[in-house]
């Protein structure tokens, strides 16, 4: 049920059937491994993840910033393209890509 | 650009000396009209010599005694009182140049279309008119000049928009025949419909396995050029000099593209294949089908994780061993010349979600036949096993419905969709072929096996079992497991049927693409009332549209299964291949003159001109305008602009025009309507009226210019002057215009006319603007009745007053 979760939210209307083979589709899927105590609340990660993956959370570090976190119900819509990991600029968040 | 065909004519100033030949049509015209009596009356028009009825005017003896009467009595204006002339105009054009006249001196009185069918029961009212139509004609006939035509060359490169068979066919043929082809389809593979489907009737043909050598002859051909994920922009010129803007969406993949694959493999985001209606997955980047061409991966730039110049995934680029993935490829807009368009842009199927009794949607087990299409093709999502979407077990019963979005006014579309039958009892004996066991009943209303070939068809299925049920089921209903109750009532037995089924497969219809309209505002094309492009004529000129150079193949012009688009196909690329043969054309003598020591420079019809045929010569007070022959099309809304009588329109002068008016309202004014009808739209509309009978009031009396944008105001002043009780002012509609927007001028000179009639304490309802197009009969019989009732309520005081405002015209 994962992955019927990875169908683009708005498809065609035309094309509502869940499709039959969606079980044999392989999607990377990634793990989001955050540091609290580096993040400094630039957003960059929450603005440019392309799946929508991360928000901020109401939780102060202990430098003052409110942390980064997982949105809720969305853990599984990370595809690890890791483009975080790349533009985060205190290196706080990680990708752990998935097997299986 | 344009080459002169003769000498310029030698001015002649003879007497008119008029012949007119009323038509009997057989009785389509005799049957209404007293053509003996027309011919007798018109004998005494002025300038006319010899006045003759005749059976049937376009026969090749009709024909003859106009040539004779032409030799013999030295006659020099015709005047043929029969059908539209959009019709057989150029017929009697033909004759009379045989006979040595020059073609613009001949005219056509519309007895037909505009009378005796729109006036079947009222003979007197019809021969009233008919003799009004003459007596316009022939005064307008003896102003009529002699033209020369000038010579245009047509390039010799063709334009076919969308790559389903019917325009793989045209791209084809015309491409083997030498010319040059640029195909354009919308979708990232050419194929089309036919594509998509698994076998085709009546012969079984594996439809992919016939379609895809066909798909990659086009696609090696060194003649055409394919334009996938393309769409037309822009189209400017006229027949044999289009100018087409083509804008090519970026693929994202360049084409040393291996096509191996790997690149989808890695990508993260899923959707559903359009090409498997949605029955299968695919990624963002993706080929649609197997035998796709080009067979270049495509990325979804809806779907992909990199929007912008973002680039967050780079997945399929790292795969990519062909380094063939770019997302610097930016859209690309493509300028081409073309002498001749084919439009093949196909068909879409009707959503049956709309009929909520059938329960699509609601129950996973109810499909369409499209979706039965693509799950019983070995190259679909199930590799060909007939399975239900519950439980994905193979049912025992099956049930199909007929007619499902076809054929019902009020939901859905009235017309049949031509397929759907021979589609259910094909993809019926699919099922008995591989799963005989499997019980199959058939709802219909008829079943309408026409084609060669189908009946066998239809008996074959009747012998293998497959029970055809007369009655439309009313409702679908889930039970238990999946399972589907059909109900409703077998209308040949009297009795309610309450079957139940593992599967229902809805028969569904076409229907014209979403987006047919930004093609035909593109082309200036014509709908019929189904929505679907109109021809030229339905049976003589079945592939032209009324845009001369652009032709119609496929399912774009109505519902026709493959047989019928590959043959419309070859027809639409003969065509178009005549015109390219010949390698040049006459445009009608239609431009405009320009008297210079009339023209004060002032650019009023510079600013009017949609082609930009119109320009300015000098400086300052010696300012003057020049026309540009090649460029203009002759709406002749410049001449309508014209504040000085500087402009006169070739073929349509004013002096004609307004004899033409005089004529009609000489007597009985006060009763009358006087119209004005663009050749393309609301002329055609007035014929189709015609030749569907739509019985209308004899009052009014249509007066034809090639654009409304010609109607000038003072031919309406000068109709109200003569004391016509209302003017009808007609054209395309706003949008629709077929020389790009005259039409808005027409508008723009009513409102004008209407603030004037204000002025002048004149009833504003007594000027009527309204928009036909060509299919719109009906719309036009029921606007000419309410005119003629607003005619009816117009008193003579009120007709005094007009004539008194307006006599000094």
């Known amino acids: ?100 | 650009m344009a080459t002169e065909e003769a000498a310029p004519p030698k001015p002649k100033k003879e007497e008119p000396r008029v012949g007119v030949y009323i038509c009997h049509c057989g009785l389509n015209i005799a049957g209404s009209v007293d053509v003996v009596e027309v011919a007798r009356v018109a004998e005494k028009f002025p300038g006319v010599v010899v006045s003759k009825d005749y059976r049937y005017m376009c026969s090749d003896p009709g024909q003859e005694l106009l040539k004779k009467d032409i030799k013999e009595n030295n006659l020099n204006r015709i005047v043929v009182a029969s059908c539209t002339p959009r019709l057989h105009e150029p017929t009697f054009r033909a004759a009379i140049q045989e006979a040595g006249l020059n073609k613009y001196l001949f005219e056509m009185a519309n007895i037909r279309e505009h009378c005796s069918w729109v006036h079947l029961r009222d003979r007197e009212g019809a021969t009233a008119k008919a003799i009004d139509l003459v007596k316009m004609a022939v005064s307008r006939a003896v102003l009529l000049e002699e033209q020369v035509e000038q010579k245009v060359p047509v390039i010799r490169r063709t334009l076919v928009i969308g790559g389903g068979v019917a325009g793989i066919q045209s791209a084809l043929d015309l491409a083997d025949a030498g010319y040059q082809v640029y195909m354009v389809e919308k979708n990232p593979s050419i194929g089309g419909r036919m594509a998509q489907i698994d076998k085709t009737f009546p012969t079984m043909d594996c439809s992919i396995c016939i379609l895809a050598p066909k798909m990659s002859e086009a696609g090696r051909h060194p003649l055409i050029e394919i334009m996938t994920n393309s769409e037309v922009k822009s189209v400017t010129g006229y027949v044999g000099n289009f100018q087409v803007e083509i804008l090519e969406k970026a693929r994202m993949v360049k084409d040393t593209c291996t096509a191996c694959g790997d690149c989808s493999k890695v990508c993260p985001v899923i959707a559903p294949n359009e090409f498997d209606m949605g029955l299968a997955a695919r990624k963002a980047i993706y080929q649609p089908f197997a035998q796709a061409v080009p067979p270049t991966y495509i990325i979804d730039r809806n779907l992909c994780l990199n929007k912008g110049h973002v680039i967050a995934c780079e997945r399929c680029v790292e795969a990519c061993l062909a380094k063939s993935i770019d997302f610097s490829l930016t859209d690309k807009t493509t300028r081409l010349d073309v002498g001749t368009i084919v439009v093949a842009t196909g068909a879409t199927t009707f959503d049956p979600t709309k009929l909520a009794e059938f329960g699509y949607r609601k129950f996973p087990n109810v499909i369409t036949t499209l979706e039965f299409e693509r799950l019983i093709n070995a190259g679909g999502p199930t590799r060909g096993h007939l399975v239900r979407f519950t439980d994905f077990k193979e049912p025992e019963r099956v049930a199909f419905v007929q007619c499902i979005g076809s054929r019902s006014e009020n939901r859905g579309n009235p017309y049949c969709s031509n397929i759907c039958c021979m589609e259910t009892i094909k993809d019926s004996l699919l099922i008995k072929e591989h799963w005989p066991d499997v019980a199959i009943d058939v709802y219909y209303m008829d079943i309408r096996a026409f084609g060669k070939g189908f009946e066998d068809l239809y008996k074959r299925a009747k012998a293998e079992g497959i029970r055809f049920i007369r009655g439309i089921p009313a409702e679908v209903r889930e039970t238990n497991g999946g399972d589907l109750k059909v109900i409703g009532e077998n209308t040949l037995m009297q009795r309610v049927y309450d079957e139940t089924y593992g599967m229902v497969i809805l028969s569904i219809g076409l229907e014209p693409q979403e987006d047919s309209n930004v093609i035909q505002r593109l082309l200036v094309l014509n709908k019929t009332a189904d929505g679907f492009f109109m021809e030229s004529h339905p049976k003589l000129l079945p592939v032209d549209t009324p845009t001369k150079g652009v032709f119609l193949a496929g399912c774009a012009e109505s519902p026709k299964d493959i047989k019928d688009s590959v043959t419309q196909a070859c027809a639409a690329a003969s065509r178009a291949n005549i015109l390219m043969a010949r390698g040049e054309i006459s445009v009608e003598a239609l431009t405009p003159i320009i008297e210079l020591d009339k023209c004060t420079g002032c650019g009023l019809c510079v600013k009017v001109c949609p082609f930009n045929a119109l320009q300015f010569v000098g400086e300052g007070k010696g300012r003057k305008v020049q026309v540009i022959e090649a460029a203009c099309a002759g709406c002749g809304t410049c001449g309508a602009e014209c504040m000085f009588g500087a402009i006169t329109n070739k073929h349509y002068t004013d002096a004609q025009i307004l004899a033409q008016i005089d004529a009609a309202l000489e007597v009985g004014a006060e009763k009358k309507v006087m119209a004005f009808c663009c050749n393309w739209c609301s002329y055609a509309g007035a014929d189709f009226a015609g030749v569907s009978r739509m019985q209308y009031a004899p009052d009014v009396r249509i007066v034809r210019t090639m654009c409304s944008g010609r109607i000038a105001p003072k031919f309406i002043r000068r109709a109200f002057a003569k004391g016509a009780a209302v003017v009808l002012v007609s054209g395309c509609h706003l949008g629709d215009c077929h020389y790009i927007n005259a039409n808005h001028q027409t508008k723009k000179r009513v409102e004008k006319m209407w603030a004037e009639l204000d002025r002048k304490g004149v009833r504003k309802e007594r000027l009527q603007l309204d928009w036909f197009t060509a299919a719109e009969g009906q719309k036009f019989a029921d606007r000419i009745n309410e005119i003629c009732g607003i005619a009816t309520t117009v008193t003579a005081e009120e007709i005094q007053k007009a004539v008194a405002a307006y006599k000094e015209n």
């Open chain 1, 1 to 100: 049920m994962v992955l019927e979760k990875a169908l683009p939210e708005q498809t065609h209307a035309r094309y509502w059937r869940k499709p039959l083979d969606i079980d044999s589709q392989k999607i990377p899927r990634g793990k989001v491994h955050i540091i609290d105590v580096r993040c400094k609340e630039c957003g960059f990660c929450i603005e440019f993840c392309p799946k929508d993956v991360l928000e901020k959370s109401d939780k102060y570090n202990r430098k003052g910033y409110n942390v980064v976190r997982v949105v809720k119900g969305r853990e599984d819509m990370c595809v690890a393209c890791k483009h975080c990991e790349d533009i985060c600029p205190e290196f706080a968040l990680w990708i752990e890509e998935v097997k299986g």
